[in-house]
């Protein structure tokens, strides 16, 4: 009796092996026809465009030291643009995508090898998607006033604002490509041989000089609420800003993706706006060789921890654990970041999509 | 007889004017359904994303003042962002789209009060367009090396770098919005109560740190080369930059259009280039009413003239001239917009088009 009951839960054992065994193959034959077909062929855009949000103007005496442009005046500054595409059919959630420290909205563009980036991709998904450039950074303009000033002798050589630019071999070890510069870990995704094209996409970074929050944290509430049911998915320097924009106010926000952040907001602080959104704290690989890197996800564990003991939805993830090898910091420009982006997609499906999109 | 040849005359007048007012009224009949065609339904996109060209390696030890990121190091600067969308079916002539002073590429694309900028037009119009951030602005890096360099006092403040904001109030002016800030003149087609928008747009600008040619130049030679055939279309400060291309090569420029350059190429120089191209110079109303711009048309009409002496093909027009009144200096963004792009397609058409598409 025993062995035949053995022998059925055996055999019953056996076929609910074989019959996951083939939903997971038809899974993972589903996906590579599913991403052809997104990839492959026109894209039908029903909308595009851009704007600014946010910004205030100033009034300088030091605008410019040139004859042909007056030194006085009025500028608008700290203000944040916003690129946007909505496909043809759209689905209701749209996703907004944040860049990190020394980049520009041009990170989830082209890759640096020349491979399409998770904004098309995620166009071509049906997500309207909306890419930022950071205040300050890029097309968003920063206040140039005090450099005027030092150099007419207005100010003192203190008041220059604090800028910096990230040298290719700080980024090759922040990005995780490797131990140090130019060595890479063994099996690392990200495109090395094109890495010159990641460095012409680098610029200046005026962050340090704006204070905190930076000035992009109310304009993507602003965003936010304008847009009605968004994710917002950070990268990096600017993965605490949807945590800083959702203590402003959860309105507007469908969830939250924050990549590899800097910072998470504290274990030990007020958590009531995290508890009231899904959210994905996500991480690649190499985590634990990287001295900057493995306090960040400790602290960040702390944090997903506390948010989920005070009855919220946040979830810890390390691509290595869902079976994805090989990530860097920079997982939206390694050579599987299509894989990285479905997952992402996955996630948001199961834990945004269903709670209201 | 007299009377009854005067008689026919008349008649046969007449009949001419109807004739001509009927055909007058098609062709005004025809614009509005192509333009409502272009403009509405769904873009088909067969390929877009962005990459970079130009710029070269600095080393510094001057790159930051913070613990967190190394103050040495290499950094890449003076590159060019490019921004492309080829939509399907495309043209085999492209068009380049090169912005002016205290702009990015956002220029092109929505007006400040919400309309479809150029860059979406041509596209719609089935030319593969690019549109470029000028090196050191939005996207493309700038070196900011010097302002660390004197901050901490390795250098001398008269090493700052030369950079400055035009105001709102001297844009007013420049842009040709009216004679001062915030007088318009009569029946301009700049969208006035969106100016905010305008102000949003617009950064510092660090040309007089690159000196001549700026670096956009010979960036620009490298994307006609690799396009193979493109209009280069520049404005403002940048409108001398594609005359400064085909000095260094004319390979893959097919065509310039320069609107309202705020520098020609002298006329008493070595005019060889400019006679192997088709060349448009083209202005808006209001110009003789410009303390700044007026002499810049008289040097421009020169150096056309003088082109044209040569054996070359340039033009110079203005657009009042072509029946097309009210436009500033931002004509991309003016109310009728539109009608200049289609006025300056039908350009490319006749001049470019016919010259080897």
Redesign the interface.
Same mark, same amino acid.
């Given at each position: 009796m025993v062995r035949t009951r053995e022998h059925t839960a055996k055999r019953f054992g056996t076929i609910l092996f074989a019959a996951a065994f083939a939903i997971g193959l038809a899974a993972c034959a589903a996906s590579p026809p599913d991403r052809a077909a997104a990839l492959s062929g026109?894209?039908?855009? !029903?909308k595009?465009? $851009?704007?600014?949000i946010g &910004?205030h103007?100033v009034h $300088?005496d030091t605008? +410019?030291?040139?004859p042909n442009? !007056?030194a +006085? &005046?009025? *500028?608008?500054v700290d203000?944040m643009?916003v690129?946007y595409q909505i496909p043809?059919g759209a689905k209701p959630l749209s996703l907004t995508l944040v860049h990190g420290c020394c980049l520009?909205?041009?990170t989830w =563009?082209?890759t640096p090898d020349?491979r399409?980036?998770w904004e =098309?991709y995620f166009v071509r998904k049906g997500y309207p998607t909306y890419v930022i450039?950071q205040s300050d950074r890029? #097309?968003?303009?920063?206040?140039? +006033?005090a450099?005027?000033a030092? #150099?007419s &002798?207005k100010a003192p050589?203190s008041q220059?604002?604090? *800028?910096?630019? !990230? $040298?290719? =071999?700080?980024a090759w070890t922040i990005f995780r490509f490797g131990p140090q510069y130019p060595q890479t870990f063994p099996g690392e995704q990200f495109p090395v041989d094109a890495q010159? $094209?990641l460095?012409?996409?680098? *610029?200046?970074d005026w962050s340090?000089s704006l204070g905190t929050p930076n000035p992009t944290v109310p304009a993507l509430s602003q965003l936010a609420i304008r847009l009605g049911h968004t994710v917002l998915i950070s990268h990096s320097q600017a993965g605490i800003y949807p945590f800083q924009t959702a203590a402003i106010s959860t309105q507007g926000i469908a969830g939250i993706v924050s990549i590899e952040p800097g910072e998470c907001p504290s274990a030990t602080g007020d958590l009531t706006p995290y508890t009231r959104l899904p959210i994905l704290v996500l991480f690649g690989d190499y985590v634990d060789l990287s001295p900057r890197w493995a306090p960040r996800l400790k602290a960040c564990r702390a944090f997903v921890d506390a948010v989920d003991h005070a009855g919220g939805r946040a979830q810890l993830v390390l691509l290595p654990d869902e079976g994805i090898h090989g990530n860097t910091h920079m997982m939206m420009q390694d050579r599987n970041n299509l894989d990285v982006a479905d997952w992402i997609l996955r996630w948001i499906d199961t834990h945004v999509g269903a709670a209201g999109a």
């Open positions: 026109p894209m039908s855009i !029903a595009q465009g $851009s704007f600014f &910004g103007d $300088s605008l +410019s030291t040139l442009y !007056a +006085s &005046g009025t *500028v608008t203000q643009y690129h043809t520009t909205g041009m =563009e082209t020349g399409m980036g =098309e450039d890029g #097309r968003s303009a920063t206040d140039i +006033s450099i005027n030092v #150099r &002798g050589i220059l604002p604090t *800028v910096f630019a !990230a $040298s290719h =071999e700080s010159a $094209s460095w012409q996409q680098m *610029v200046p340090p």
